[in-house]
């Protein structure tokens, strides 16, 4: 197979890991005879410091014509006090959600066996857990009306939902849920948001086309606790933006690093590919940050092109290194490796 | 010290649980010579079954010419999956902390000594996890305007904030901090709203004149992953509407019960005192619910009014009927006693 991927590394750790997923996903093609052709782009505050702007043109160009994105991480402290900031690093993220239109991201969070030591939670009560988010992506309080009153003394933000938005997003989780084991919750706060009470309803009506799913409905509040409680009873939750976002970070504790946990964001034209952790700037340039997230964020790249074996051999040469202990500090505490040899042992395994 | 307190039992467990802490309040008149008088009202699912009103007009006059309002729960199944219901009992406390311009939620949350094994996170963890969560409770996304569009294509809520209703909030917040050890996060989503932006900016302002209390600031996907990875980084919380109602709920599992956890609302001219759990409605009527949550709840209501030797009396008796295990099921799992016998014992201990 032949494919175009467009490469954001972006800031703070970004650069590193990415480096690593490019290694791993040029073993694949190697190992499986594929063409994949890579090309870097600017992003996030990278971009704001060489051009002024987190999304330049041409990145959004190279990403429309490529098969798939690689993104690495975006955000930098300098723009997080800073309120006044008239430009931020994470508004290249948002615009390039939206203008490929990538409504769906879907985050798997499971509970590795050798790892379960090292999560906070207790053993019992993880062991086993193995769920996905489906967050939507392009639509909500992130990207409603939002502006400050012109004396400054207010701001406000826009939360909107159409059923469109809703729709497209209601059947992928139930389609996933299908492949699964049959279970969708619906997450929102019906009892006090209306667009929360319009996603229930269009989910509750877009649910009798999939009988075999049983669905059920928790609110935010309840969810965010069930979470740690739990985490055994999900299989595949649905929720909007803004929840999605607290709701996966939240769950990244179960895996016992959030240096493991991947993400694909789909559309119905594009598709990008990104860890769900952030920049990590305190870790930058350290040789410290774990590349495993955006390693298997590559794997779901290799997934959504139907290279399921290829996948396969990736997310197995992952758990491989985590048996033999191969990992970054996050997870091998005593006798860690870098970035770097992390990559470059899944390199060799996949070769 | 005279004082008239409106008990407001509400829906579900609220009842059961309610009428322990008015023995316990009552207790504590008879051991320390105050007269507390109590007067009951309707609210919620409750009120809307007789009269069709989550918050009929004579509850919320009682409850303005009350010195404080003990409050239940609420909410009921029967609304939670009929999106097109008229009127929904949560309603009435949202029009009740809006009523009384309760502006301010404070939730404390610890970890019980000998209760540090039943939480699903690790001890290490938790051990000495001691925070209390300032939550904006008459504002935000819970008060903006709301509608679905004509044809019901979509639906809309909006989330407003002025710099006044943060600078009440933050003064609160960083005098708490003062108390306390004199650390104060703002958790809010600056790198993408407008209004977490225009809190950021207030009270980074606000803590120039609090120049003793440390300042920081956390992402609330990072401060959902945080509470569980490392809960004892945290002192004071202060945060807007909706993320302190995740946020807390998320919290419980640190005190290793959700059945433990009380809260204040406080403004102005009013206060209410209500335990942050919900109405349970599978618990209800079986006697297997927490009382102790409504009783803190009271405590802190004490508190409130200078009553510190009788909160504290109140807190101690508490504590050693944990030390007991004079428990609810949620806690004592092999030889629980009822709702009842917990309040009564509380009582006893009091008197
Ligand atoms: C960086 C930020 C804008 C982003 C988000 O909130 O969506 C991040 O937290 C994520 O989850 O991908
Ligand atoms: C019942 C509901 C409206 C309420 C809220 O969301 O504020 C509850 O969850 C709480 O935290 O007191």
Same mark, same amino acid.
């Given at each position: 197979m032949k494919l175009k991927i467009a490469v954001l590394p972006g800031d703070g750790i970004g650069p590193e890991i990415t480096q690593q997923s490019v290694k791993v996903l040029k073993a694949v093609a190697d190992r499986f005879d594929h063409q994949f052709e890579f090309e870097e782009a600017l992003v996030g505050a990278a971009a704001i410091d060489l051009l002024d702007n987190p999304l330049p043109e041409a990145t959004l160009d190279l990403c429309k014509k490529s098969d798939a994105v690689l993104f690495g991480a975006i955000g930098h402290p300098k723009y997080d006090n800073n309120p006044d900031a008239k430009v931020r690093p994470e508004q290249g993220l948002l615009q390039l959600r939206k203008g490929l239109g990538l409504f769906a991201n879907i985050r798997p969070v499971k509970a590795y066996d050798k790892l379960?030591?090292?999560? $906070?939670?207790?053993a019992e009560r993880i062991a086993g857990a193995n769920m996905v988010i489906y967050r939507e992506l392009t639509g909500g309080i992130y990207f409603g009306d939002k502006f400050t009153a012109e004396d400054g003394q207010s701001a406000t933000d826009v939360c909107s939902y159409s059923v469109e938005e809703i729709s497209r997003m209601a059947h992928l989780a139930f389609k996933a849920a299908q492949q699964r084991s049959k279970k969708l919750t619906l997450v929102d706060k019906a009892n006090v948001l209306e667009t929360s009470r319009l996603w229930r309803k269009t989910v509750t009506k877009i649910g009798e086309e999939y009988p075999d799913v049983a669905l059920d409905f928790l609110f935010i509040d309840n969810a965010a606790m069930q979470m740690i409680l739990? $985490?055994?009873?999900?299989?595949v939750i649905l929720t909007e933006n803004m929840f999605g976002d607290i709701l996966s970070d939240e769950a990244s504790v179960i895996g016992g690093s959030i240096g493991l946990l991947a993400s694909a964001s789909v559309g119905k034209e594009n598709a990008m590919f990104e860890p769900i952790? !952030?920049?990590y700037p305190q870790a930058t !340039?350290? !040789?410290?940050?774990?590349p495993v997230a955006s390693i298997l964020s590559a794997a779901m790249l290799l997934e959504h092109f139907g290279l399921t074996t290829e996948a396969e051999a990736v997310r197995k040469a992952v758990e491989l290194s985590i048996k033999l202990n191969v990992c970054t500090i996050d997870i091998n505490k005593d006798n860690h490796y870098t970035t770097e040899k992390v990559g470059h042992f899944l390199e060799g395994l996949i070769s």
């Open positions: 379960i030591e090292q999560s $906070p939670l207790k739990n $985490p055994t009873q999900f299989d952790h !952030g920049s !340039g350290k !040789g410290i940050a774990n």
